[in-house]
């Protein structure tokens, strides 16, 4: 088992995402501090940033495409929808005022 | 590409395991009977309501929305954090919950085993709707 990271520490993570992804975080503090307790959780069991909202495969291969930041929201769904399947990440302009609501998901139905 | 082809035969070895349920009843009846220590029932101020059934992660924002959304409304229910399970298990189970209704599993997977009734997401209008009908 590698180190353990604190909501702090991931914190700072994900901040430093959307500092380097031009996108903003939730800026509700008590769900951004639920999403932040979900990837610290994950990180110290599985090793990885697994995406708190999808199921793990607790194998980095095949989870690869919903490590955090996922793919689908680096690909597609903040510049789409506003915001990343989470709601985590949100596009710069997106109006935060707005009832934040879960976006389809593109991650196929066939993947476990 | 390696990790398509585990994940296909992963998926092949899976098809071999499923079983086909008649009702989401006796799916329900079945995965308490296989994760019953995981299952966590929640006590409600209604004096009638479904039978819920919520398939969760214990790391998901709508899962916990989904669970507070259902305590504000005085609704009884059970859940399972299905990332609490393991993944063998947890891979046959949603496999067979993907038979039973046709859907792909996304969480909060909401079930009325009464009424033979299922969401996928947390859509707290859907959800009133689904519970109110």
């Known amino acids: 088992m590698g180190k353990q990271k604190t909501p702090g520490d991931v914190k700072a993570y994900v901040e430093t995402i959307a500092r380097r992804c031009d996108w903003k975080l939730i800026d509700r503090f008590d769900l951004l501090d639920t ?7 994950n990180f110290n069991r599985l090793g990885y940033y697994n995406c708190p909202c999808r199921d793990s495969q607790e194998d980095p291969k095949l989870d690869r ?12 769904d903040v510049e789409e929808y506003g915001r990343c399947y989470c709601a985590l990440f949100f596009r710069k302009d997106f109006d935060m005022s707005r ?4 976006i389809p998901e593109r991650r196929l139905s066939s993947r476990l | 590409m390696l990790y ?8 092949e070895e899976l098809a071999r395991t499923v079983r086909k349920w008649d009702s989401i009843g006796a799916f329900i009846g079945d995965v308490c009977a296989r994760f019953g220590a995981h299952v966590v029932k929640v006590e409600g101020s209604l004096t009638r309501s479904s039978d819920i059934f919520a398939f969760t992660l214990s790391t998901c924002m709508w899962c916990t929305l989904g669970k507070r959304w259902l305590g504000e409304k005085g609704f ?10 393991p993944v063998e298990g947890k891979n046959q189970m949603k496999a067979e919950l993907r038979e039973l209704t046709g859907e792909h599993v996304r969480f909060p997977y909401l079930v009325l085993v009464d009424k033979n009734k299922c969401h996928s997401g947390y859509d707290p209008s859907a959800w009133e709707e689904v519970l109110g009908g």
Request: charged share 25%.
């Open chain 1, 35 to 41: 999403l932040v307790a979900g990837l610290t959780e």
């Open chain 1, 65 to 76: 495409d919903i490590i955090c930041p996922c793919v689908y929201a680096r690909k597609s």
């Open chain 1, 99 to 102: 009832e934040i609501t879960m």
């Open chain 2, 4 to 11: 398509l082809t585990i994940m296909k035969e992963k998926n």
């Open chain 2, 76 to 85: 009884a229910y059970r859940y399972l954090d299905v990332d609490m399970i």
